[in-house]
């Protein structure tokens, strides 16, 4: 069964976080298409208006270009706390990349949390950002 996949405008794709060793959680999709059956991240689709089962959508973020990146520095940005964000679907929409695009030179750190060696095709942007990388 394909995923439904729609894409949604968000005011931001940063938000404060209070997991621990992390200032911001960031998620440039909502949902995931893995379905893990031993996904902890399932209780977002509470949140999400979805009626289809946690892994059969996906909501595509698109935000507002983060103009001023250098006001995050020091930060640590967790990129895919409750979704991977490195999802076969990001070959066609790209949504991590375009945000480690507009992160480039914010001086940013990252911890990136994928299962997906897709995540080796942006090591050009990540390579010169302080890094934790979790597979």
Request: a positive charge.
């Amino acid at each position: 069964m394909e995923p439904i996949i729609r894409e949604i405008d968000v005011k931001s794709v940063l938000t404060k976080s209070n997991l621990p060793g992390s200032d911001y959680s960031v998620n440039p999709y909502v949902g995931c298409t893995h379905a893990c059956r031993y996904c902890y991240a399932s209780f977002m689709k509470r949140f999400t208006g979805h009626s289809e089962p946690w892994g059969a959508f996906l909501d595509v973020k698109h935000w507002p270009e983060i103009r001023r990146p250098e006001r995050y520095a020091g930060k640590e940005l967790f990129i895919g706390s409750v979704t991977d964000p490195y999802l076969p679907q990001e070959e066609t929409f790209g949504r991590t990349r375009a945000l480690l695009e507009q992160l480039k030179g914010g001086g940013v750190r990252l911890s990136i949390a994928t299962k997906s060696d897709l995540v080796l095709r942006d090591l050009d942007l990540i390579k010169n950002l302080m890094l934790r990388l979790s597979l």
